[in-house]
């Protein structure tokens, strides 16, 4: 069963551009979460997706957003890029609701903004 | 914001020894997990101790919950180089038909040959 899978792993962009972040599940799998990982704030959830509809959704600036589609596979935007949204973007999948809530992580997508 | 501290924050030892981690957190939880995390990758489930167990057991890893001190403690023992990880404890929330995990401030340890 293949693993969760982000891309693109690395990625630099410049200040005020957007960017676009795409998790495909594992399958099977219908929720989505996205965390931002920073060594000053660690791990931040962003938001969940469940059959593509926010369920779950973090203390983060409306820049942020997301989206499920029908087949599970998730995106997460970014617009106008801040030096401090420089991060590594963690995507994880889960089994259907009311599970333990094991999640299985993506190698993350790291971004640089310059 | 993090739901779990953890301490320490750092932690040397030499291959063979016991590594003992620590999470408190604030909140009433579902369940608690641990997760590694290599440097710079995705992290990676260990084991998870529900609400109402005290002490779980997988391989090297042993896990307590203390519920009324709202702690729980990861020992790894007879340590390995390959141990060398960050590691992040998570405490869990359902919220309906939602599970929230949040993660703690995570501890980075080196084991050394």
């Known amino acids: 069963k293949a693993g969760v899978t982000q891309t693109p792993r690395y990625l630099i962009k410049t200040r005020g551009q957007q960017v676009t972040l795409s998790c495909s599940p594992i399958s099977g799998h219908r929720s989505v979460s996205w965390y931002q990982q920073t060594p000053g704030q660690g791990l931040q959830f962003l938001f969940e997706?469940?059959?593509?509809?926010?369920?779950n959704k973090g203390n983060f600036p409306g820049r942020f957003s997301g989206r499920q589609f029908s087949n599970s596979r998730s995106e997460m935007n970014v617009s106008t890029l801040e030096l401090g949204d420089s991060a590594l973007y963690l995507c994880?999948?889960?089994?259907?609701?009311?599970?333990?809530?094991?999640?299985?992580f993506g190698e993350g997508s790291r971004l640089t903004v310059l | 914001s993090q739901q779990g501290e953890e301490d320490p924050q750092a932690l040397s030892i030499q291959e063979g020894e016991n590594a003992t981690m620590n999470c408190s957190y604030k909140?009433?939880?579902?369940?608690l997990q641990w997760y590694r995390q290599n440097s710079g990758r995705g992290l990676v489930h260990l084991i998870l101790?529900?609400?109402?167990?005290r002490e779980k057991h997988s391989g090297r890893l042993r896990v307590t919950l203390d519920t009324s001190k709202k702690s729980s403690s990861l020992l790894i023992t007879a340590s390995r180089a390959a141990d060398t990880a960050s590691y992040f404890c998570a405490t869990v929330q359902n919220t309906g038909t939602a599970s929230k995990l949040t993660f703690g401030t995570g501890t980075r340890l080196q084991v050394t040959l």
């Open positions: 909140t009433s939880i579902n369940n």
């Open positions: 997706y469940f059959s593509e509809t926010q369920r």
């Open positions: 994880a999948s889960s089994s259907p609701a009311g599970s333990t809530g094991e999640l299985f």
């Open positions: 101790i529900r609400s109402n167990e």
